[in-house]
């Protein structure tokens, strides 16, 4: 894999998801020349998808209390699950490692509200891929917003490929209501050496925290959704 960027995007009340959707493919393919991936296998446009679900420590288990972490899983890396701890640190293991958690019933159990999800197309253009997908939260999986990743393949080091993911980004992003943040350079300088997918994971899970944290705001709950 290269290196990526993920970019959250917020849509503008008078547009849905699907509306969104078609506006990128549409300045994707019509404008830059971009190629929907397909699935060979099954003759339909490739579908990716991250979800992510919290395991939060029971109460009857007082050393962890208050405790919980991310487990997450991605269609780019299937044979792998990801745990992200509440500070910060994140281990990659085989997917086996679900089996475990299964096992740790009486320590830690998963919350199926605050289950989320990105999922949607992929494209290509020249030595980049764009992802574009939307966020859906809980058991009604609801849309929170959506998201663009963008992955420029020939590098593996971010500060190599951070000049060229900012201008590809300016591009894809030129015509539509999506601002660059300016956490793309902090988060450069956040990564030395070899970019790995867990730095992707990092990215998706900052968007999915922001995105519980908004519902639980709206409801009042603070930060405890």
Request: aromatic fraction near 10%.
């Amino acid at each position: 894999m290269g290196v990526s960027y993920v970019l959250q995007w917020i849509l503008q009340p008078n547009m849905g998801p699907a509306q969104a959707e078609e506006m990128m493919r549409q300045h994707l393919v019509e404008n830059l020349g971009a190629k929907l991936i397909h699935n060979h296998h099954k003759n339909e446009p490739e579908i990716w998808h991250i979800e992510c679900e919290t395991y939060t420590a029971m109460q009857n288990v007082s050393a962890l209390s208050g405790k919980s972490f991310q487990l997450i899983h991605s269609t780019e890396e299937a044979t792998l699950s990801f745990a992200f701890s509440d500070q910060g640190g994140i281990i990659v293991a085989e997917r086996s490692f679900d089996t475990i958690l299964t096992k740790l019933g009486d320590s830690y159990q998963p919350n199926k509200m605050t289950r989320i999800m990105a999922m949607g197309k992929k494209y290509e253009i020249a030595d980049f891929t764009v992802k574009v997908g939307s966020v859906q939260l809980g058991t009604s999986a609801s849309f929170r917003c959506m998201v663009l990743e963008i992955e420029y393949r020939p590098s593996c080091y971010f500060k190599d490929a951070a000049a060229l993911l900012h201008e590809f980004l300016s591009v894809v992003t030129a015509t539509l209501p999506i601002a660059i943040p300016e956490t793309l350079n902090h988060f450069a300088d956040s990564i030395t050496g070899l970019y790995q997918l867990s730095d992707t994971i990092k990215q998706y899970v900052k968007i999915f925290s922001d995105c519980r944290r908004a519902v639980a705001n709206s409801m009042g709950h603070g930060g405890n959704f």
